[in-house]
Structure formats: structure tokens, C-alpha cells
């Protein structure tokens, strides 16, 4: 067991999604800390860093969108995988590659998928 | 102007020139009349006194009372019809000599009727000789003068009648000129009028064309530029107003199967991921009975999440959302790829999977994603509907203009009225089979929509229930895109 573990910020509207990722990532030993919403993701990057972030899309007050575009100006070049209903073109997710380290996972995801790809954005 | 006024306007003015035209040519032959009625006058006269010359030698030999008769009746005609003529003032000098000849025709000639009657009135004594001399050197005189008075009346009448006939053909030949300028002006005028008012109603309406055709291929952001405030006009602002709404409506749209496809799918993912954190023993061990529940909670939730995805296609194939993110890909690896995904679904059921695909396959432009789920959907159903033991065979080759696959099962098949349904959403044939494997009927429509949309064809064959069944699909060799069709 490595003694510090890797920070993952999860942010989604779903609370129950936000919980079930909590729960298998922190079964894989990383530290998941899950915010609901756009605001509160800024106060966290604000004051704590972390190794990966996990974005939903579709959220009410902020998207993913903007949120990222934010975070970005705060901190630029951090990992980002999109977790997503909707699927990105691939002409966006093109663009997206040249800000940070991306992937998309969409939801419903299998469990094994989640975990192969966090693994490898984090390992990057 | 409104197109109405325009047309109104071209139809008057084509009124206007049409009678002015008529008005000419009716002056100028009007006019030919008139100097036909001179010349026919002419050739009266001329005959008239022709008739007079003839009367005068028949008078001079024959000295008849009668003919004295005749020649007064015809010279009162000749003379009214020498009081008519001369209405063109060319000829009025002219006509005047030939009067003043014609009536000193008629005092010579009653003179010598005079003279003559006098010499008959002479007693014996008084016809002495030097009395008779005198009035025979009078009559002598008389006959001569009236003989050359004769002649020149004749020539002067002939003259006249050959030079209104000249005047008619001249008339006649300037008539005819006269019309036809007049014809061919009326033409070019009512052509420049016509094309100007039809080039000002058409040129709108060929802009109005071409907008509502890429409209009509999807491009929604159209706009046209209104130039006329005529009825082509308007139509063009209401398109626009139209296409406005539609433009936002199909966001509208879009935005709801966005959302739809966010509300419908959220709740599944904890339903999904809660039953795998169990059955992955992460909540404790499970007995039997626990694992085979959460299997079936696992296995309905991933049945409605494919549900709802499949409804989301068709939405977005009926109303060609579809956008193909195209590039060259080699479609043999793509088959291949579907056949393996597939080989452990069927060696379950004992099924063999074979591919034989022709060598040298050309790149295809296509969209990768899409056609691998084709496959996959084809593939899924024969090997569904393909009892255990049986084969699947997929063949891969090429024809002129593009490249055949074809999925053929040793399955259940199908009768002629499954047949023709197949591809409709939500079709399924009421067998056993489908009850058992559950799916939802849209598989095939899906493939279609797919298919087509990359301008191919699929059909299915069956020679009956029982007897197996054949699915083939084509891709174009050249990249010949259509918008997939309802
Ligand atoms: N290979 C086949 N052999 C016999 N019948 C078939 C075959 N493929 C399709 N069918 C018939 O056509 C119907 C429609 O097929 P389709 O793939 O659209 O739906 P499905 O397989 O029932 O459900 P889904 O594909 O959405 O899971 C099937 O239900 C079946 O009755
Ligand atoms: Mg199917």
C-alpha cells in the first residue's frame, strides 16, 4: 500500500453516483472527494490539489464545460476525465486533448472500465 | 410592385401597342383604298372616253340623232366622274387640264352637230357656192380641232389612269414596309417589356428556390435576402419566419432528447454500479439466491439503458440527427472485429461463426462506430435466432460500385410477412424465441437507419420458418453520401 494516496475530485449533481463512484474508487485505494456542484468543485480546487478530476456534464448551475474552462484558469494542466450520459463528438474531445490529459467515460459504466481508466489517466 | 401590378401592367402595355398598331396598318390601308378608288375613277374616265371617241367617229360617219343621244348621257357621266376624282392633291392640277380638255371636247363636238344642222337648214339658193364653201372650210376646221382635242383627251386620260396606278402600288409597297417595321417594333417592344417584367418576378423566385432546396437538405440556418416586397416577397419573409421557427424547435428537440437521454439514463447508473459493488463482494459475501437476484437487477437495469439508448437512435435517425463522423476505414478488420466479440455469446450456444472475406477490399469512407454496431446488431440476431449446433456465416465481397456483406444463419427464418416488417421500430415475430431473448425490435431498424445513411442498401431473405435466414448489406466504394431517408 503506497503511503500517500492519490486525491480524486468527483463532481456530479446525482448524489446517489456520486456515491457509488466514491465507493468503488475508494475500494481501489484512492482518496475520492465528491462535491455536487460547480461552486463548491472551485472551493475545493482552490484550496487542496489533486491527481485526477472526475466531471459530470450535465449539471444545472455550472456544465462540465465551464467548470473545467474555469479550474483551467486556476490551475492549468490537470487530468480530467469527463463522466458523462451524453457522448462527445470526437471533433470536441480533439480540442479538449490539447487543454490536460482526457478521456470520457459514459454512464452507466462498468465498474471494471471506471476503475482500468482512472488507473491509466492518473498513471499518465 | 406587387407581381399583380407588374403583369397588369406588361398585359396593358401589350393592349396599347396591339392598338396602336391595328390603327396603323387600318390608316395606311385606308389610305391604299383611297388611292385604289382614284385609280378605278382613272380607268372609269379613261373609258369613258375611250366610249366618247368611239361615238364621236361613228357620229362623224354615220350622222345619227341617236348617237347625238348617247354621246350627251356618256359625257354627263364622264363629267361627274371627273368632278370625283382628284381628292389626292398630286393629281389635282392634272385632273384640271383633262377637264378643261374634256368640256371643250363637248363645245367642239356640239358645235359641229350645230354647223352640221345648219348646213342642212340650207335652202338651194342660199348653198351658193361660196356660202357652202365657207361652212365645209368651217366644218373641216371644227372635225380637226375636235380630232386632235380627241386624241390628247384620250392620252391625257391614259396618263392619268397609268399614274394613279403607280400611285396605288406605291402605296401598296409602302403600306407593306410601313407594317411590317410596325410588326416586328410591336414585337421587340412586348419581348424587352416581357422579359423585364418576367426577369423581376423570376429572379426572386429562383433565389426563393435555391434557399428552400438547402433548407429542404437540412440546412436550417437559411436565410434569404429579400430584395422585392412583391407577393414573392412576402412568401420570402414568411420563409424566413419559418425557418426561424423551425431552427428553433429542432434545438428545442435536440435539447430534449439531450435531456431525455440524461433523465432516463441517471437513475440506472447506482442500479448498475450497486449490483456489481455486490456481486463484486465489496458489501460481504452473497448467498445463491442473493447473487442470482442482483444478476437479474444487473440484467434488467443494462436491458433498459440499451431500451433507451435504441428509442434515442430511431428518434435521431427519424429525424436525421444522425451526424456520421466519417473516415477511411478498412471494413474487414471491422467484421472481424464484430465476429470475435461475438465467437464466446455463441460458443456457448455451440454456434460456429465463419468469415470469408474477398482479399484486397478497398478503404472504405465511413463511420467506424456505426457500422461495427450494424454488424453487431446482425450478427446478435442470427446467433439469437439460431437454435444450438447451428452456423453463422459472414461473407464479405465485392461488386462493381460497392461492398456486400452477408450474415446468413442456419436459424429459425421467417415467413413472407416477417419478411416484410423487419426493419419497421418496434417489429418483432411472435415466436417463442423473441419472448425468451426479450430485445426490443428496434435492432434492425437501427441497422437500416445506419446503412442508409451511408447511402447502402440492406435486405433480409428467407426461404421460410425454419429454414434459415440471410441479411446482406451494401456500402458504396465511393464516398456518396445520402441523408438517410424517413
Ligand atoms: N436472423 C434472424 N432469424 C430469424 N428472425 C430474425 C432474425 N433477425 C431478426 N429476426 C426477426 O426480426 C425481428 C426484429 O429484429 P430486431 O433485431 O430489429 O429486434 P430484436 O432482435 O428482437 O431486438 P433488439 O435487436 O432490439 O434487441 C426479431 O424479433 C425476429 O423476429
Ligand atoms: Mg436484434
Known amino acids: 500500500m503506497p503511503k500517500a494516496k492519490k486525491r480524486i475530485l468527483h463532481v456530479d449533481d ?13 475500494n481501489e485505494g484512492y482518496e475520492v472527494v465528491s462535491v455536487s456542484s460547480g461552486d463548491r468543485a472551485l472551493k475545493e480546487v482552490d484550496v487542496n490539489n489533486f491527481d485526477l478530476l472526475l466531471l459530470d456534464i450535465m449539471m444545472p448551475d455550472m456544465s462540465g464545460w465551464d ?7 486556476i490551475k492549468p494542466k490537470y487530468k480530467v476525465i469527463f463522466l458523462t450520459v451524453l457522448e462527445i463528438s470526437d471533433e470536441r474531445l480533439d480540442k479538449l486533448k490539447q487543454h490536460g490529459i482526457m478521456d470520457y467515460i459514459t454512464k452507466p459504466f462498468e465498474r471494471d472500465e471506471l476503475v482500468s481508466r482512472v488507473k491509466k489517466v492518473i498513471a499518465s | 410592385m406587387r407581381i399583380q401590378y407588374k403583369l397588369f401592367i406588361n398585359t396593358l402595355v401589350s393592349l396599347v401597342l396591339i392598338s396602336f398598331l391595328y390603327v396603323s396598318v387600318f390608316t395606311t390601308t385606308n389610305i391604299i383604298s383611297d388611292q385604289e378608288k382614284e385609280h378605278v375613277l382613272a380607268s372609269d374616265i379613261q373609258t369613258a372616253v375611250f366610249e366618247l371617241n368611239l361615238l364621236l367617229n361613228e357620229y362623224l360617219l354615220h350622222r345619227e340623232d341617236r348617237v347625238l343621244e348617247q354621246w350627251n348621257t ?20 392634272f385632273v384640271r387640264d383633262i377637264r378643261a380638255e374634256y368640256l371643250l371636247l363637248d363645245d367642239l363636238f356640239q358645235k359641229e352637230v350645230e354647223n352640221y344642222h345648219y348646213e342642212l337648214t340650207l335652202t338651194e339658193e342660199q348653198a351658193s357656192a361660196e356660202t357652202l364653201g365657207l361652212v365645209t372650210a368651217l366644218q373641216e376646221r371644227i372635225i380637226s380641232q375636235l380630232l386632235i382635242t380627241s386624241q390628247s383627251v384620250s392620252s391625257a386620260a391614259q396618263s392619268l389612269e397609268e399614274l394613279t396606278y403607280e400611285q396605288t402600288q406605291a402605296a401598296i409597297e409602302q403600306n407593306r414596309i410601313l407594317t411590317l417595321l410596325l410588326v416586328l417594333s410591336f414585337f421587340v417592344l412586348t419581348t424587352i417589356i416581357s422579359v423585364i417584367v418576367s426577369r423581376s418576378i423570376v429572379k426572386p423566385l429562383l433565389n426563393l428556390e435555391k434557399a428552400v432546396t438547402k433548407f429542404g437538405k437540412g440546412k436550417l440556418d437559411t436565410k434569404i435576402d429579400i430584395q422585392s416586397k412583391d407577393e414573392i416577397g412576402h412568401l420570402a419573409s414568411s420563409f424566413n ?8 424547435l429542432n434545438k428545442l ?4 432528447l439531450n435531456t431525455a437521454t440524461h433523465e432516463l439514463k441517471t437513475p440506472l447508473i447506482p442500479i448498475k454500479s450497486q449490483a456489481q459493488l455486490l456481486l463484486g463482494g465489496d458489501y460481504g459475501k452473497l ?3 442473493q447473487k442470482n437476484a442482483i444478476e437479474m437487477i444487473a440484467r434488467n437495469g443494462d436491458h433498459l439503458n440499451d431500451l433507451v439508448s435504441d428509442v434515442l437512435s430511431i428518434t435521431k435517425i427519424r429525424s436525421r440527427k444522425i451526424r456520421l463522423i466519417l473516415e477511411e476505414a478498412d471494413l474487414g478488420q471491422i467484421i472481424s472485429d464484430a465476429v470475435n466479440d461475438m465467437q464466446s455469446i455463441a460458443r456457448n450456444k455451440q454456434i460456429d461463426i465463419t468469415l470469408s472475406h474477398a482479399e484486397n477490399l478497398p478503404l472504405l469512407v465511413i463511420d467506424t462506430k456505426r457500422i461495427s454496431e450494424v454488424m453487431h446488431n446482425l450478427l446478435d440476431n442470427s446467433v439469437k ?19 456486400r456483406v452477408t450474415v446468413t444463419d442456419t436459424g429459425i427464418g421467417m415467413d413472407k410477412k416477417t419478411l416484410k416488417k423487419l426493419f ?17 425490435g428496434l435492432g434492425l431498424s437501427i441497422a437500416k437507419g445506419f446503412v442508409v445513411s451511408h447511402g447502402g442498401k440492406i435486405s433480409a431473405k428467407s426461404a421460410g420458418l425454419g429454414k434459415g435466414s440471410a441479411f446482406t448489406f451494401t456500402l458504396p466504394l465511393k464516398k456518396n453520401l445520402h441523408k438517410p431517408t424517413k
Do not use: C, W
Not at chain 1, 446525482?14 to 475508494?26: A, G, N, Q, S, W
Not at chain 2, 356618256?74 to 392640277?93: A, E, F, W
Not at chain 2, 456465416?393 to 465485392?398: A, F, I, Q
Open chain 1, 14 to 26: 446525482e448524489r446517489d453516483v456520486l456515491e457509488v463512484v466514491k465507493t468503488i474508487l475508494e
Open chain 1, 67 to 73: 467548470l473545467f474552462s474555469r479550474i483551467s484558469k
Open chain 2, 74 to 93: 356618256r359625257h354627263h357621266s364622264g363629267l361627274l366622274l371627273l368632278n370625283k376624282i382628284g381628292t389626292d392633291n398630286r393629281n389635282q392640277d
Open chain 2, 241 to 248: 419566419d419559418m425557418a426561424t421557427k423551425l431552427e428553433e
Open chain 2, 253 to 256: 428537440k435536440d435539447d430534449f
Open chain 2, 287 to 289: 448467498n445463491k439466491k
Open chain 2, 385 to 403: 435466432f439460431t437454435p444450438e449446433g447451428g452456423r453463422v456465416d459472414v461473407d464479405v465481397s465485392r461488386t462493381q460500385n460497392n461492398v
Open chain 2, 424 to 440: 419497421t421500430p418496434f417489429f418483432q415475430a411472435d415466436s417463442e424465441i423473441t419472448r425468451r431473448y426479450g430485445g426490443t
